[in-house]
C-alpha cells in the first residue's frame, strides 16, 4: 500500500503567519492517465472532513485562495498564506491513484 | 445545494450485520462515482468502498473485502454499505463521500461491542 508521511503532525501558528504541511508518497502518485490524484482535507474540530485541494493544485468549490496546493511525484506540499482562525484543525493528504486509497496521519494546525 | 445524510449506524454485537444508508440531494446522483470512508474515535481516515456510476464496479482495502458490500441504487439517489462479521475494530464514523471526495456527509457513528 502508499504510505503518505505528512510533516509536521503538529504545527503552531499565530494568525497571519503563512504555513506549510509536506506530504512525501512512498511511491509516485503520477498516473497512467497523466494525472496525479493527491488531495488535501481539512477536518475542524467536530465536523466532516472537507476537500480544499485536488489534483494537487486545484483549489475546491468555496475554499479560499489562502489555500495552494503543490508538487509532483513523491513530494507534496499543502500553504497556507495567513492562517485565520477557522483554518484550525486537522488536515489530511490523501491519495487515489493506487488502490487502496490511502490518507496520511493529519497534522494539527492549532494557534500559537 | 449538495446534501449527504448518512444513517443506520449504531451499536453491534461482533459478528453481526449492520447495513448503512447515505440520501443523496442537489446533484444528478447517478453522474457521480460515490464512496464510504471511515474514522476510528481519536483516529485518521480510512477509504472503505468505491463505487461507479451504474454500480457495475466497485473498490474495497483488504481490510474490509469479502465483509462489506457497497450498493448504490439510482432512483432513489441512495448510496449503501451492508457490513457483515462485523469486529471491534470497524468501530468508526462512517462519512459517504461524492466522486473525488468533493462532498462528505456528515457520518454515522457505528459501534461494534458486545
Known amino acids: 500500500d502508499v504510505v503518505l508521511t505528512q510533516t509536521p503532525s503538529i504545527l503552531s501558528a499565530t494568525i497571519g503567519q503563512s504555513v506549510s504541511i509536506s506530504c512525501r508518497s512512498s511511491?509516485?502518485?503520477?498516473?497512467?492517465?497523466?494525472?496525479?490524484?493527491l488531495y488535501w482535507f481539512l477536518q475542524r474540530p467536530g465536523q466532516s472532513p472537507q476537500r480544499l485541494i485536488y489534483?494537487?493544485?486545484n483549489l475546491g468549490s468555496g475554499v479560499p485562495n489562502r489555500f495552494s496546493g503543490s508538487g509532483s511525484g513523491t513530494d507534496f506540499t499543502l500553504k497556507i498564506s495567513g492562517v485565520e482562525a477557522e483554518d484550525l484543525g486537522v488536515y489530511y493528504c490523501?491519495?487515489?491513484?493506487?488502490?487502496?486509497?490511502?490518507f496520511g496521519a493529519g497534522t494539527k494546525l492549532e494557534l500559537k | 445545494e449538495v446534501q449527504l445524510v448518512e444513517s443506520g449506524g449504531g451499536l453491534v454485537q461482533p459478528g453481526r450485520s449492520l447495513k448503512l444508508s447515505c440520501a443523496a440531494s442537489?446533484?444528478?446522483?447517478?453522474?457521480?462515482?460515490m464512496a464510504w470512508v471511515r474514522q476510528a474515535p481519536k483516529k485518521g481516515l480510512e477509504w472503505v468502498a468505491t463505487?461507479?456510476?451504474?454500480?457495475?464496479?466497485?473498490y474495497y482495502p483488504d481490510s474490509v473485502k469479502g465483509r462489506f458490500t457497497i450498493s448504490r441504487d439510482n432512483a432513489k439517489s441512495s448510496l449503501y454499505l451492508q457490513m457483515n462479521s462485523l469486529k471491534s475494530e470497524d468501530t468508526a464514523t462512517y462519512y459517504c463521500?461524492?466522486?473525488?471526495?468533493?462532498?462528505w456527509g456528515q457520518g454515522t457513528l457505528v459501534t461494534v461491542s458486545s
Open positions: 463521500a461524492r466522486q473525488a471526495f468533493a462532498y
Open positions: 442537489g446533484f444528478t446522483f447517478s453522474n457521480y462515482y
Open positions: 463505487i461507479s456510476t451504474s454500480g457495475s464496479r466497485t
Open positions: 511511491q509516485s502518485l503520477l498516473d497512467s492517465d497523466g494525472n496525479t490524484y
Open positions: 489534483l494537487v493544485s
Open positions: 490523501m491519495q487515489a491513484t493506487h488502490a487502496p486509497y490511502t
